[in-house]
């Protein structure tokens, strides 16, 4: 049986509106990556981890799905075979356009007790100090996965990657692993690689496929070829 696996990174919310993180004034042209996505940052100052969180939690919350993200819900609906959609996005698009997705580097929906793992639906508004209802450490931070901690559901993927016989890349830039070595163990798997992008990436020659153009309009082009 087919079997696809998908990997989205933030090019594919581009077009709801979100920012990705290194387009030209990108989220990490407007603020340090060590200060706002790390466990060091949080650690030195949680108000200001919490501020740029909200941000995107509320922007989150406003946006909605594009042509992309609709295009992929309606291939896990209608592909004679298997999808598997892995997410680097912590948005929740791919959820409001009715797909089921991995988060491999958490949501935004989620908060978590840095004390004792607890998860939890995250209020809009996260505060230094949150209470976890769990343990009642005041250790509440958001469920993301930071630079330097492990992304989730790594063996699941692997597995995935390890018997697809199609691995397809959208609006992701490839600089940011273990998400970017994907592509690589899909080729071991003997599967075919496209890679679908506003341009050419670090890793595109790992693909044998290349689609160039915005995700809203190259995404539903694409699996209209395969539903
Ligand atoms: N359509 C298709 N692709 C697009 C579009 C668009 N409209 N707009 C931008 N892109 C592409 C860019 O060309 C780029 O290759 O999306 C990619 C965005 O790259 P990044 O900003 O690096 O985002 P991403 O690859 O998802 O980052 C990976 O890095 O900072 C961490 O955890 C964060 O999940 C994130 C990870």
């Not at 989205?8 to 387009?23: H, I, V």
């Not at 592909?79 to 680097?88: A, L, M, S």
């Not at 993927?157 to 899909?186: D, K, M, N, R, W």
Request: glycine content about 10%; charged content about 20%; some cysteine.
């Amino acid at each position: 049986m087919e079997k696809i696996v998908i990997l989205t990174g933030a090019g594919l919310s581009a077009e709801s509106g979100l920012g990705t993180f290194r387009d030209e004034g990108g989220l990490w042209a407007q603020h340090r990556i060590e200060d706002v996505a790390t466990p060091e940052g949080f650690a030195r100052n949680p108000q200001l981890v919490h501020d740029f969180y909200n941000a995107r939690r509320a922007q989150a919350a406003e946006a909605t799905p594009n042509d992309a993200h609709h295009a992929l819900a309606r291939l896990q609906r209608e592909f004679d075979g298997e999808v598997v959609i892995v997410t680097q996005n912590v948005d929740g698009l791919h959820e409001k356009a009715g797909s089921s997705v991995i988060h491999m580097h958490g949501a935004l929906t989620g908060a978590l007790c840095a004390s004792c793992d607890h998860r939890w639906p995250a209020p809009l508004e996260m505060a230094p100090g949150q209470i976890c209802p769990s343990c009642g450490a005041p250790q509440g931070r958001p469920d993301i996965v930071w630079f330097g901690e492990m992304p989730y559901f790594m063996d699941e993927i692997a597995e995935h990657l390890a018997g697809c016989t199609v691995f397809a890349a959208i609006g992701t830039s490839g600089q940011v692993y273990p998400a970017a070595g994907f592509v690589q163990e899909a080729r071991y798997a003997g599967a075919d690689t496209v890679e679908l992008n506003l341009n050419s990436t670090d890793v595109s020659r790992a693909f044998t496929r290349h689609l160039i153009g915005p995700a809203s309009e190259i995404v539903p082009q694409w699996v209209a070829e395969l539903v």
